[in-house]
């Protein structure tokens, strides 16, 4: 009788779409959470106990407990840009591959930028509630602000943060940006972009949009003491990590109007990474809902984005259980050599 060889194990998360399911299992056995809930950590350790590739989503924590718990583990393929709700160091430590997604995400969290910043400059939420409500016809209310020709500010200018700038070129802005590592000259002059320290584009800009990633650095770059300089009446619009941007500082500056509006889509409580997060987002900052626009980390949420997303991490743990080096790899692992095979012990 012909013997059939053992398929490895991979373990998903949270919910993909079928194409990924069937890709995967050609090959391998498969433990997908088709729930639209996040598994608890315990659950993950228990699913993944004997796996080999493990696909992983922003809402998980990948740490040291994890990864003891899982002896097999080849890999662990992050449909997710944002890595810091993963130990990386362990991961190499012990042997295992760790990928991520780069540019896929970039654009269409662009674009949400873009709209969320139009969404709070003209009321747009706020009059949507009006004319659902007793609507009278036109009347002189509701005033807005235009972008055409005002002064916005980007902190952090990475891939999210040049396609945010791209794309606000069409209302002819004065563009600042600010980021440790500047930008060429060649990518300031195709942006008509400018350099500037955090003070100086905070003081200047009518609206800011928070494009930086989260580390140790950036955890509140934008606290009290930064926000109280903003130019009164600025708008700021969050869609890089939510810890980048202190939410009770929020609070505070749009409760004392020095702060026009905020709108975001990455919120503090969601950053893992943080022992000291906050288990919400605060109902007084979800009651300001005149000068608040908020969307529930929507800024990959398109359905061919999400595809491409999964599919860059499903392809990554194929590669990795192959023997290869899997595409998007952010470490080497211990014991892994130059061309992505074991080295000699």
């Not at 009006?130 to 009278?136: D, E, G, K, L, P």
Request: charged letters at 25%.
């Amino acid at each position: 009788m012909k013997q059939h060889s053992r398929r490895p194990k991979v373990v998903l998360t949270h919910r993909v779409h079928a194409p990924i399911l069937e890709l995967l299992s050609e090959s391998c056995e498969v433990v997908a959470n088709q729930s639209d809930s996040s598994l608890p950590a315990s659950e993950v350790r228990r699913r993944a106990a004997e796996a080999e590739g493990l696909m992983v989503f922003m809402p998980d924590r990948v740490d040291a407990e994890l990864l003891d718990s899982c002896p097999n583990l080849k890999v662990v393929a992050g449909a997710l840009k944002g890595n810091d709700n993963i130990d990386v160091e362990a991961c190499t430590e012990r042997g295992i591959w760790l990928t991520r997604v780069e540019d896929l995400l970039t654009e269409p969290t662009a674009e949400l930028a873009v709209g969320l910043l139009m969404g709070l400059a003209r009321n747009i939420t706020a009059g949507d509630r009006r004319v659902r409500s007793n609507f009278a016809g036109w009347r002189p209310t509701l005033y807005g602000r235009t972008l055409v020709g005002s002064t916005i500010g980007i902190v952090g200018a990475g891939n999210l943060g040049r396609a945010v700038a791209r794309m606000l070129r069409g209302f002819a802005p004065e563009l600042l940006y600010f980021d440790p590592e500047p930008l060429s000259a060649a990518d300031e002059a195709l942006l008509d972009i400018r350099r500037a320290d955090l003070s100086d584009l905070l003081e200047r800009s009518d609206a800011v949009v928070v494009c930086a990633p989260l580390s140790a650095e950036t955890v509140h770059l934008l606290d009290r003491n930064r926000l109280e300089s903003i130019r009164p009446g600025a708008l700021l619009v969050n869609v890089g990590r939510g810890s980048v941007v202190d939410e009770s500082a929020v609070i505070e500056l749009l409760r004392a109007g020095q702060l026009g509006g905020f709108a975001a889509d990455v919120f503090e409580f969601e950053d893992l990474s943080r022992p000291d997060r906050p288990a919400a987002i605060s109902a007084e900052l979800l009651a300001m809902q005149d000068r608040t626009l908020f969307t529930p980390h929507l800024g990959s949420a398109v359905a061919a984005t999400r595809l491409k997303i999964e599919e860059h991490a499903a392809t990554a743990i194929l590669q990795a259980l192959a023997g290869h080096e899997p595409h998007g790899a952010v470490n080497r692992p211990c014991g892994v050599g130059s061309a992505g095979t074991p080295t000699a012990l």
